[in-house]
């Protein structure tokens, strides 16, 4: 079946704009998650969607970053003012439920001039 | 101290050697651990998760847990040049939460 999906596979953008990275995740898992990928790090955890609901923000790093799903299924990360430190990519992933196998989408690659 | 380490490497072995690859962890009330697999510019890609100590096996890989020691491996048998790629250790912490800490990351070179 399909995969995580991710639009778009590249933003540009000025320093000081806002931007909205959408993620479509896997049909029928209920729980997704957004990270944040610097070259030669890891993926760090933003925030986790249960359904609707944010489950567990604790890794946005500040209130200009902002997520949805309000039916439960696609999500909007929503980045106001950006800044060139937030320069990165963007992954999404999903899993059936909490704590089961995650699968990543092809990311957003952002970057901030 | 980070949450999870890992040898950034580079990790160089020839073609069909056993790769090893090694993470600690600070949580000691981590549930499930996880290898993903990541290609220069592509998204990471699950290998193998493991919930319980000892060892579990999926093919050419090799999965250890060790939860007294807060360790664990992923051994590759006879390495291949398309195992080249870096390897992320993932972590679901402790405090009934869904979200992966990750390491940082092994970058495996696999010589023909």
């Known amino acids: 079946g399909a995969g995580v999906s991710q639009t778009p596979s590249n933003k540009v953008t000025e320093k000081g704009k806002y931007v909205e990275l959408r993620c479509d995740p896997i049909?029928?898992?209920?729980?997704l998650y957004w990270y944040r990928q610097s070259l030669g790090q890891g993926p760090e955890f933003l925030i986790y969607?249960?359904?609707?609901?944010?489950?567990?923000d604790s890794g946005l790093p500040n209130d200009r970053f902002f997520a949805v799903r309000p039916e439960g299924s696609v999500s909007t990360l929503k980045i106001q003012r950006t800044e060139r430190g937030d320069s990165a990519v963007y992954l999404c992933?999903?899993?059936?439920?909490?704590?089961?196998?995650?699968?990543f989408g092809p990311g957003t690659r952002l970057t901030v001039l | 101290q980070k949450e999870v380490e890992q040898n950034s490497g580079p990790l160089s072995v020839p073609e069909g050697a056993i790769a090893s690859l090694n993470c600690t962890y600070s949580?000691?009330?981590?549930?499930?651990f996880f290898w993903y697999r990541q290609y220069s510019g592509k998204s990471p890609e699950l290998i193998m998760f493991?919930?319980?100590?000892g060892d579990k096996e999926d093919g050419r890989f090799t999965a250890q847990l060790n939860k007294a020691s807060q360790y664990v491996s992923l051994l590759i048998r006879d390495s291949q040049p398309s195992d080249s790629a870096t390897y992320l250790c993932?972590?679901?912490?402790?405090?009934?939460?869904?979200?992966?800490?990750f390491g940082q990351g092994t970058t495996l070179q696999v010589k023909p």
């Open positions: 969607f249960q359904g609707t609901g944010a489950a567990d």
């Open positions: 493991i919930y319980s100590n």
């Open positions: 993932a972590v679901n912490p402790s405090g009934n939460t869904g979200k992966l800490i």
């Open positions: 949580d000691r009330g981590s549930q499930s």
């Open positions: 992933a999903s899993s059936q439920n909490k704590a089961d196998t995650q699968y």
């Open positions: 049909s029928g898992h209920t729980a």
